[in-house]
Nanobody, 124 residues
């Protein structure tokens, strides 16, 4: 059974930065495509970005392009979401998810494992 644990969330002022981490246990992390999603209060879950198993392919949604980036360290079983120039509208619970096939995409139904989420709050 694969377990994913996010960390690094918190309260930050607009314009600030945070780095979220998601560490996996169980399974074969280095073979999984990984995704980051978020859910803001009263809104649907939103895809933030994804990274392939090797880290060779990454992409982020248009809403965070130029501000967020994704990376991974397979030796540490960890994927990261670097968030810069944060805005109040980035406030949400952020989730990481693992996709058994090595690619990643924006469809949450293609992800088999999910973390419990970490809260990010951006104050204006």
């Amino acid at each position: 059974q694969v377990q994913l644990v996010e960390s690094g969330g918190g309260l930050v002022q607009a314009g600030g930065s945070l780095r979220l981490s998601c560490t996996a246990s169980g399974g074969t992390f280095s073979s999984y495509g990984m995704g980051w999603f978020r859910r803001a209060p009263g809104k649907e879950r939103e895809f933030v970005g994804g990274i392939s198993w090797s880290g060779g392919s990454t992409y982020v949604s248009d809403s965070v392009k130029g501000r967020f980036s994704i990376s991974r360290d397979n030796a540490k079983n960890t994927v990261y979401l670097q968030m810069n120039s944060l805005k109040p509208e980035d406030t949400a619970v952020y989730y990481c998810a693992a996709k058994v096939s090595g690619s990643s995409n924006s469809n949450p139904n293609s992800y088999s494992y999910w973390g419990q989420g970490t809260q990010v709050t951006v104050s204006s």
